[in-house]
């Protein structure tokens, strides 16, 4: 089927042709976080470049800001006109590209998405809840959240399927659905979207200004930020639909509004480490018992490193003329740090010279805590 050999032609197009030139090829040369762009309706690699020239993935990968992370420019088919691949086949041959270049081998992947681009990163997000909880957030640049009356124009005359799913009107049941699924999905719950959205109408011309014949704005203000965190207020871009993805430079204001997001939400490195606390104290008489059923031994956590228990063990030490021990043992751990421990041991016996001595020993618990901490570049 013709639809069929599309899907795959575009499939073998995208293992090609996703990726920069500095992307390391060995997994272990990795950068913690790769920052990926993901171009929108009738885009390609071109999608970032300014009219002076400027090309805003080369941009970051020159900018010690971003130098703990590798820069990939994604590229999925969307014909010129009569296009038949669905978002859905797009949001998966997205993800086939991503996979193919290792994408998802980091620590963190983010995105800068223009347009339909971000449609796409939702939908294969949610498709991908492994991949997703790699995502701290997605920056999205003119985005339809609720459809564009451009899409309802073009549709008149353009079959595309990627048009109906972008028209703009209150029952479009696929953006619906989509954000229904944003909101109600735990493996995305907890991905950001920040949102950016243009100030200026677009012209008739290349790219969606195919669809035009007048001056209109393609996605509008309230299309452009539904659905996007409420913490940090959306940025205007005083540039056109498609313009708002081209900086010419590193102080226009979409580098500048993603920079402000990279810097907010910094790369995290996970680190285990072992911490201690110990009881001390523990005395017994001679050919007494001593025991507890519920010893509690607190760890403390740092809430900003979102710190938290992995597991703990207990043992016995500072011994000192006690015998019949009981080895400790973490009967439970409580979130908040505090490990329940049981416990029991006897003082020695009388003696012929030492009398009928008291026993000591302590508790000593090994918290293994885990920790979150930013790293700043």
């Keep these: ?20 030139g500095s992307f390391p090829a060995k997994a272990d040369e ?3 976080r790769v920052i990926v762009f993901v171009h929108g309706l009738h885009g390609d690699r071109e999608s970032w470049r300014a009219s002076n020239g400027a090309y805003w993935p080369q941009l970051l990968q020159t900018d010690p800001h971003f130098r703990n992370s590798d820069v990939v420019v994604a590229e999925y088919p969307t014909s ?6 669905s978002s859905a086949q797009l949001s998966q041959i997205l993800w086939q590209g991503l996979k193919s270049q290792g994408v998802w081998e980091h620590r963190e992947v983010v995105f800068i998405a223009h347009s339909l681009g971000g449609i796409l990163t939702e939908e294969m997000l949610l498709e991908h809840p492994a991949d997703a909880a790699r995502v701290p957030f997605i920056v999205a640049y003119a985005t339809p959240h609720q459809g564009s009356f451009v899409a309802n124009l073009a549709k008149i005359y353009d079959r595309n399927p990627l048009l109906a799913d972008l028209r703009e009107s209150n029952d479009n049941s696929f953006l619906m659905d989509l954000e229904l ?21 677009t012209t008739a011309g290349a790219g969606v200004g195919r669809y035009l014949r007048a001056h209109i704005r393609v996605v509008n203000y309230f299309s452009a930020t539904y659905g996007c965190d409420v913490d940090t ?7 056109d639909h498609i313009y708002i993805v081209k900086p010419a430079n590193r102080s226009a204001d979409a580098y500048t509004f993603f920079a402000k997001i990279y810097r907010n939400n910094p790369i995290i490195e996970v680190n285990d480490t072992i911490r201690d606390n110990k009881v001390s104290g523990l005395s017994v008489d001679c050919n007494r018992t001593i025991s507890a059923d519920d010893l509690q031994v607190p760890i403390a956590l740092d809430p900003s490193l979102h710190e938290q228990v992995l597991s703990a063990e207990a043992e016995l030490v500072d011994t000192d ?3 019949d021990v009981s080895a400790p043992a973490v009967l439970r751990l409580d979130p908040n740090g505090i490990a329940h421990i049981s416990y029991s041991f006897k003082g020695r016996g009388r003696g012929l010279l030492l009398g009928c001595p008291a026993g000591h020993a302590s508790v000593l618990v090994h918290f293994k805590v885990r ?3 930013p790293v700043r570049e």
Aim: positive net charge; glycine residues 4%; hydrophobic residues 40%.
């Design 1 to 20: 089927m013709r639809s069929a050999a599309t899907v795959l032609w575009g499939l073998f197009l995208i293992i090609l042709a996703v990726g920069t």
């Design 30 to 32: 990795l950068k913690p």
């Design 80 to 85: 010129s006109v009569r296009g038949e691949l």
């Design 181 to 201: 699924k944003w909101r109600s999905t735990q493996s995305v719950t907890r991905v950001h979207r920040y949102c950016a959205y243009e100030a200026r109408d």
């Design 233 to 239: 207020p959306p940025q205007k871009i005083d540039a």
């Design 321 to 323: 003329k006690i015998r």
């Design 371 to 373: 920790s979150e901490v």
